[in-house]
């Protein structure tokens, strides 16, 4: 039996897991989700959770990884590992190996200033065409500017910037500040893969390599990143385990899923994300879609809402009812709810960027405004707000044929049954699981395996 442990250290909590890969686990994508299921047993797992906040001491990263591991059974019997993990989190380290000051998350959004800065001085064509990416404050290039400008004295210290799975994948080898590690400081010996790199901002997904003049202008210097590991590349940690690239969580849910091209994930949690397996880069000037790499050798074209599954929270309140009751009244209703239509943007919306917009009722009348009506209403117009993000995807030309609709909000019955009507096109819902570590697993059996 040859056991391979995946991580996934999100935003909320760490999750691990440790397989049997000699069962069945598939070490490389799938192209359907019946070969995606053959995932091999799950052996053990443990859950650490993570504090809440958009700016967190990494230290509660590394405590919450450990004691994960830990309930998970340790390491001690297992052959090879990955992580992946939130995307885009600023992690500055000094010379010495220190992370110089808290890590800002994806979802701090003070960069906001930083990210129109920088449109301004390269212009949002030269750096879709650079990166794949149009700034906002969610990638770490925004949070790299605001750092320069808002705290020089903690930028000119900066010696290395890293990624949350980056910072975490080092820790695990052995490396950090030299009290805290055997293997001490080494800076370059700090990986990553393709997909965490090209949500950064200043990493070009065409040539596969950093555009340091992204960075020196972010910054105001150069410094140590990681070494982009190619998908079935690996490192050793200091007990001569091998160790896979791990990934960003997008890809690595992905993987995990087995998706392939032609397929789009459709995530709906309190965010909604939209996310495609395509064989070519995809360019988008506007910023609608980030064009992200996959943790497979190819491209993940990105698009994300923030209104999903808190709609249906929103008009449940308002309903009085639970989940299940908003899901039977919502099928209970006619499509198109007699033209009763709800508009969303409940905190402003991403896709389309409208960030001070607020959701709106209309086609109400007599006939129209009944619980059911409303209750339909709430899921079209959240399924429609991710819909969009599905023709963005498409009017750049990447195929799409089938939808794996995932996250909290893929448990509503109702939500399942509505969305092929949406999306325009099949929807098949897999068993919840720990995607993004089993995607991460699934990189430790391809590398326990060459």
Request: a negative charge.
């Amino acid at each position: 039996m040859t056991l391979v442990m995946g991580v996934d250290s999100s935003t909320q909590s760490c999750k691990v897991v440790v397989m049997d890969a000699s069962t069945g686990l598939s070490t490389g994508a799938s192209t359907g989700l019946s070969a995606g299921a053959a995932t091999g047993a799950v052996v053990r797992q443990g859950r650490a959770s993570h504090p809440d906040g958009t700016e967190v001491d990494t230290a509660a990263w590394w405590t919450a990884l450990q004691a994960a591991i830990a309930e998970a059974g340790g390491l001690d019997d297992v052959a090879a590992w990955a992580i992946g993990g939130q995307q885009h989190g600023m992690v500055a380290l000094d010379a010495d190996g220190r992370v110089i000051r808290d890590a800002l998350l994806w979802n701090d959004t003070r960069s906001s200033g930083a990210a129109a800065d920088l449109i301004a001085e390269f212009g949002a064509d030269e750096l879709a065409r650079r990166t794949g990416l149009v700034p906002v404050a969610s990638f770490t290039i925004t949070k790299l500017r605001w750092l320069r400008d808002h705290e020089p004295d903690n930028a000119a210290r900066v010696a290395a910037v890293a990624l949350p799975h980056d910072w975490l994948t080092w820790r695990l080898r052995g490396f950090g500040p030299p009290d805290e590690s055997p293997r001490g400081p080494v800076l370059e010996e700090l990986v990553t893969d393709r997909s965490d790199a090209s949500g950064t901002g200043y990493w070009n997904p065409e040539t596969d390599g950093y555009d340091r003049d992204l960075l020196v202008a972010a910054l105001g210097h150069d410094a140590v990143l990681p070494r982009v590991l190619a998908p079935d590349e690996w490192v050793l940690d200091d007990e001569g385990r091998r160790v896979g690239p791990g990934a960003g969580d997008n890809a690595g849910a992905a993987l995990g899923l087995g998706a392939g091209p032609g397929d789009v994930v459709v995530s709906i949690g309190t965010s909604g994300t939209v996310f495609a397996v395509s064989e070519t880069r995809t360019v988008d000037p506007t910023g609608t879609v980030a064009g992200f790499a996959d943790a497979d050798g190819r491209f993940l074209p990105l698009v994300a809402t923030l209104n999903a599954a808190r709609v249906l929270d929103a008009i449940g309140r308002v309903l009085g009812v639970d989940h299940a009751e908003l899901s039977r009244l919502a099928l209970a209703a006619e499509r198109g709810a007699a033209g009763l239509s709800l508009v969303p943007y409940f905190e402003g919306e991403r896709t389309p960027n409208l960030p001070d917009a607020t959701a709106s009722l209309t086609g109400m009348t007599l006939a129209s405004t009944t619980r059911e009506n409303l209750a339909r209403a709430a899921v079209e117009g959240m399924l429609s707000g991710l819909g969009a993000g599905l023709d963005a995807l498409r009017a750049l030309g990447v195929p799409l044929e089938r939808g794996l609709l995932v996250g909290g909000g893929a448990q509503s019955e109702a939500v399942r049954a509505i969305a092929p009507l949406v999306l325009g096109i099949p929807v098949e819902v897999p068993a919840p699981g720990e995607y993004v570590a089993l995607g991460a697993a699934r990189q430790a059996a391809r590398v326990a395996a060459v």
